[in-house]
């Protein structure tokens, strides 16, 4: 499992139990929506010779591959705003359940530690709960959009045809013990803004906070000087129509894609990393950093 413990510059009310000291255990990304396995490389190769994995292994998907989602135009839920991950992921979920097999191989009597980033955060989800999740002992999300868009807001449509709101109901819901940790990372790598109008929400930081109980919520403070902007840009203006379809808000913070806000879960430790781009497809590791690259790798503990 990776020892995926708060960062110096985040407060999270978590027992002592639950931050102790972890041994690395073997891990399978999963990829996101559009991407092919060749894209997590990188973080693969990372983890093993960096960071003391054990094993990587990736779900073995091609960009083609994504394709097969089209099935799903022909079930009448799709049009209704209801549809299920299986049938139409099961091909998905066959490739995730492939590489966990093979990090047991290659790690046998392990936990699984499961990384995985946007849509196969959520996706994840839906495999612990379909698939046998005795030894995952971390579920590990990057930029992963959890929560379906509110219902009946005015612009919105659901992006997924009801597969967020089937897995809100219907799957186990986050939890941060020592037997089973979630942790979602979220980006603050851009601001949204509505369509029209001049100004922006000024919410370039948000504050840590801190729960009553065991459960951990954390978020990073942004420590970087920005410029006081005199209206919002034609780019800015772009992604918050894209961030409204997610979330039902244009103003928000996300990481391009992925608003911050939905990138969270309750139950689990939620991080934000400003700065941090949605993908490793158009990254730069200097100047738009990933989840994935290695200044943000470091910082996931």
């Known amino acids: 499992m990776l020892s ?3 960062p110096a510059r985040l407060r999270a009310a978590v027992s002592p139990d639950v931050t102790a000291s972890a041994p690395r255990r073997p891990a399978v990304i999963l990829p996101g929506l559009g991407n092919n396995t060749a894209d997590y490389a990188r973080l693969a190769a990372a983890l093993r010779d960096d960071h003391g994995v054990p094993a990587v292994a990736v779900a073995r998907v091609s960009r083609p591959d994504w394709l097969r989602n089209a099935a799903g135009l022909v079930d009448p839920s799709y049009w209704r705003c209801t549809l299920r991950p299986r049938p139409v992921l099961d091909w998905y979920l066959k490739r995730v359940d492939e590489a966990v097999s093979e990090a047991r191989e290659l790690s046998p009597n392990e936990g699984i530690s499961l990384i995985g980033h946007s849509a196969g955060g959520w ?7 379909e698939f046998d999740a005795s030894d995952i002992s971390l579920l590990l999300t990057l930029g992963t959009p959890h929560l379906p868009p509110p219902k009946g807001a005015p612009g919105v449509i659901d992006q997924t045809r009801g597969l967020l709101t089937y897995v809100e109901k219907n799957c186990a819901p986050a939890v941060y013990t020592p037997e089973l940790r979630y942790v979602c990372i979220a980006g603050r ?7 029209t109008g001049n100004t922006i929400a000024t919410t370039d930081e948000i504050l840590a906070v801190d ?11 942004s420590t970087k000087d920005k410029p006081t902007q005199s209206g919002p840009t034609l780019r800015a203006r772009f992604i918050g129509q894209g961030y409204k379809q997610v979330c039902g808000r244009a103003d928000v913070w996300g990481d391009g894609v992925v ?16 700065g ?26």
């Open 259 to 274: 608003p911050e806000v939905s990138a969270h879960l309750e139950g689990a430790l939620n991080i934000s990393f400003d």
């Open 123 to 129: 996706l994840a989800r839906v495999y612990m709960e």
């Open 276 to 301: 941090v781009y949605h993908s490793p497809v158009g990254s730069d590791d200097e100047q738009r950093p990933w989840y994935g690259s290695p200044a943000i790798l470091k910082q996931w503990g």
């Open 211 to 221: 729960t009553p109980s065991d459960v951990a919520e954390a978020v990073m403070v």
């Open 189 to 195: 790598y851009i601001q949204g803004a509505p369509l």
């Open 4 to 6: 995926l413990l708060p």
